[in-house]
């Protein structure tokens, strides 16, 4: 029986500038949630740590934070494998030639070669190179030898919907090469395909990435035993982005309502998109989201300019004084039709609160 802990795509260093002001914590929640997965590996009881590539965003990123991350790996004081992926790959130069990886416990694996682990032999696909075509994998020799056989490869699973064509890792890997797991990096979903996994990030990198945020605890009873994959939470902020097409009067308080919803927002990245048609009723509550969103989250965006005036709400044209400025409004909201430009909509929505204002 053997036990331990997979994780990958810590993408240390990357810059996060979609989160402008906000960067900054999103950048040292990566060192903290690299914290989090020794102390999952530690509460899960794992004799090893596997960290399946991509560690670092580049092998450029500052020395500080190569020896940072070595230091957080080496107190875990088991023992760590590590394999360099295409963000950080095995070259001249490469972060893997830092001292902090001579650390006892700590092993940068840098050749195809079997490395025998307690209570297993582990199998690993370091890259070279930050594109390539084939199967990272393909080396792993095909033989059942009586012992517990676990793969670690960075690469792209062939046959989903977005893999991409860097480095292809066979749907049969796993069992082609008589594995009894084949522990992934670079998708930053967690994913699990029958004997192989993708662990995901152990801290989300962008909006719209689905199921990151783990690392997986596994434990395999012994030599041809299905591996027990357990999910353990390792990430600290949540993404939302939320995309909403509104169609009728009142629409716009669901996304309102769950915006107000959400649990910690100091540690929460809000994105709203807000597309469809717009009721005069709705101005209030897009200034109470726009506000919200301005103010309480860790960041907060909310992007509205795809809103039109719904042609059938008379309050935006009431709402003008008779006369030359309602006859423009009558105009503005028959142009601003979906097919039209949005120019015309702003202006009728710009109008509207001229209007308003004057009767204030
Ligand atoms: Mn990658």
Same mark, same amino acid.
């Given at each position: 029986?053997? #036990?331990?802990?997979?994780?990958?795509?810590?993408?240390?260093?990357?810059?996060?500038?979609?989160?402008?002001?906000?960067?900054?914590?999103?950048?040292?929640?990566?060192?903290?949630?690299?914290?989090?997965?020794?102390?999952?590996?530690?509460?899960?009881?794992?004799?090893?740590?596997?960290?399946?590539?991509? %560690?670092?965003?580049?092998?450029?990123?500052?020395?500080?934070?190569?020896?940072?991350?070595?230091?957080?790996?080496?107190?875990?004081? !088991?023992?760590?494998?590590?394999?360099?992926?295409? $963000?950080? /790959?095995?070259?001249?130069?490469?972060?893997?030639?830092?001292?902090?990886?001579?650390? /006892?416990?700590?092993?940068?694996?840098?050749?195809?070669?079997?490395?025998?682990?307690?209570?297993?032999?582990?199998?690993?696909?370091?890259?070279?190179?930050?594109?390539?075509?084939?199967?990272?994998?393909?080396?792993?020799?095909?033989? *059942?030898?009586? !012992?517990?056989?676990?793969?670690?490869?960075?690469?792209?699973?062939?046959?989903?919907?977005?893999?991409? *064509?860097?480095?292809?890792? *066979?749907?049969?890997?796993?069992?082609?090469?008589?594995?009894?797991?084949?522990?992934?990096? $670079?998708? $930053?979903?967690?994913?699990?395909?029958?004997?192989?996994?993708?662990?995901?990030?152990?801290?989300? %990198? #962008?909006?719209?990435? !689905?199921?990151?945020?783990?690392?997986?605890?596994?434990?395999?009873?012994?030599?041809?035993?299905?591996?027990?994959?357990?999910?353990?939470?390792?990430?600290?902020?949540?993404?939302?982005?939320?995309?909403?097409?509104? $169609?009728?009067?009142?629409?716009?308080?669901?996304?309102?309502?769950?915006? #107000?919803?959400?649990?910690?927002?100091?540690?929460?990245?809000?994105?709203?998109?807000? %597309?469809? +048609?717009?009721?005069?009723?709705?101005?209030?509550?897009?200034?109470?989201? !726009?506000?919200? +969103?301005?103010? =309480?989250?860790?960041?907060?965006? +909310?992007? *509205?300019?795809?809103?039109?005036?719904? /042609?059938?709400?008379?309050?935006?044209?009431?709402?003008?004084?008779?006369?030359?400025? =309602?006859?423009?409004?009558?105009?503005?909201?028959?142009?601003?039709?979906?097919?039209?430009?949005?120019?015309?909509?702003?202006?009728?929505?710009?109008?509207?609160?001229?209007?308003?204002?004057?009767?204030?």
């Amino acid at each position: 029986m053997v #036990k331990f802990l997979h994780t990958a795509d810590w993408q240390i260093g990357m810059r996060a500038e979609r989160a402008g002001e906000a960067g900054t914590r999103v950048r040292q929640e990566r060192f903290r949630a690299a914290e989090r997965v020794i102390e999952a590996a530690r509460s899960s009881g794992a004799e090893f740590l596997l960290v399946a590539g991509d %560690t670092f965003e580049h092998n450029a990123v500052e020395r500080v934070s190569v020896q940072a991350v070595g230091d957080i790996l080496a107190r875990f004081g !088991r023992p760590v494998y590590i394999i360099p992926g295409n $963000h950080d /790959p095995l070259s001249p130069g490469s972060v893997w030639e830092h001292p902090v990886w001579r650390a /006892p416990n700590l092993h940068v694996l840098r050749e195809a070669a079997p490395v025998d682990a307690v209570g297993a032999e582990i199998f690993p696909c370091p890259l070279q190179e930050a594109h390539g075509r084939r199967d990272p994998t393909a080396w792993i020799p095909a033989a *059942a030898d009586g !012992r517990i056989r676990i793969g670690l490869a960075h690469g792209s699973v062939q046959g989903l919907p977005q893999a991409d *064509a860097d480095f292809p890792v *066979a749907r049969d890997a796993a069992e082609r090469a008589g594995l009894d797991y084949l522990a992934l990096g $670079h998708w $930053h979903s967690h994913a699990e395909f029958g004997r192989m996994a993708y662990s995901g990030s152990h801290e989300q %990198t #962008k909006f719209g990435e !689905r199921a990151s945020g783990y690392a997986l605890a596994l434990e395999i009873a012994g030599p041809g035993a299905a591996p027990a994959i357990e999910p353990v939470r390792t990430g600290g902020l949540e993404w939302v982005e939320m995309a909403r097409e509104l $169609h009728s009067p009142g629409e716009i308080q669901r996304a309102l309502a769950d915006v #107000k919803a959400i649990a910690s927002p100091g540690s929460a990245l809000v994105s709203v998109r807000l %597309t469809g +048609l717009m009721f005069a009723d709705d101005l209030g509550p897009l200034a109470q989201l !726009r506000d919200i +969103l301005g103010s =309480r989250f860790l960041f907060g965006e +909310l992007e *509205a300019a795809g809103l039109r005036p719904a /042609p059938e709400d008379a309050a935006w044209i009431d709402a003008i004084p008779a006369g030359i400025l =309602r006859e423009a409004a009558v105009r503005l909201r028959d142009w601003a039709d979906p097919a039209s430009s949005d120019v015309a909509a702003n202006a009728l929505l710009e109008l509207y609160a001229l209007a308003r204002e004057e009767r204030a």
